[in-house]
């Protein structure tokens, strides 16, 4: 453990109580957010920006929607059982702009289109970043997220694999 991680777990309520995995994940997710959000969205995060930036792999053909379905299938899981959406999806605060139409059938799975697909994974991982980021995240003291940041990160990591253009500085 680092100074502040001892820090954290002594001075931010509940923060003690995250196990190092969890902890790992969420300071991963930060790291990954920040080069994919430099690399790849020009430093202007947002779902607008997610979406233009998949379509235009669509119209190059580097979509790679299949990449992406284990995650997909996690957040399917999480978001939606037994036929309707489950309270963890209300906790993802989408706001008008985040597509929530496009999110919703996806993750119901009325809506299988490869290219929303790949934007609705990458606008709930958007969500992930700005709850963790502005706090609402913490106000349930990061508990039961390390699914969530483990799934992101996989994502992230296999998007600057194929489009981050890593080794180019």
């Known amino acids: 453990m680092t100074q502040i ?9 509940g923060f003690n109580h995250l196990s190092n995995e969890e902890v790992s994940a969420i300071s991963d997710f930060s790291l990954l ?6 690399r790849l969205l020009n430093t202007e995060g947002g779902a607008r920006s997610i979406s233009d930036m998949v379509d235009g792999w669509q119209k190059d053909g580097i979509l790679d929607a299949p990449s992406f379905d284990p995650e997909l299938g996690y957040f399917r899981q999480r978001y939606f059982a037994n036929g309707a959406f489950t309270d ?3 906790h993802l605060h989408l706001r008008k702009n985040d597509q929530e139409p496009l ?3 996806v993750i119901d799975g009325s809506g ?11 606008i709930i991982i958007f969500r992930y970043r700005n709850n963790l980021f502005h706090g609402l995240k913490w106000q ?12 992101a990160n996989a994502v992230l990591m296999k998007v ?6 890593l080794l180019e500085g």
Do not use: C, M
Request: charged letters at 25%; a positive charge.
């Open 5 to 13: 991680t001892d820090w954290l777990r002594a001075k931010a309520h």
């Open 33 to 38: 957010w920040a080069l994919f959000e430099s």
């Open 88 to 90: 963890h999806f209300q």
């Open 103 to 105: 999110i919703r059938a």
């Open 112 to 122: 299988n289109d490869p290219r929303d697909r790949v934007a609705a994974v990458l």
């Open 140 to 151: 349930y003291k990061l508990a039961g997220q390390l699914g969530n940041f483990t799934a």
């Open 160 to 165: 600057l694999d194929r489009h981050g253009a």
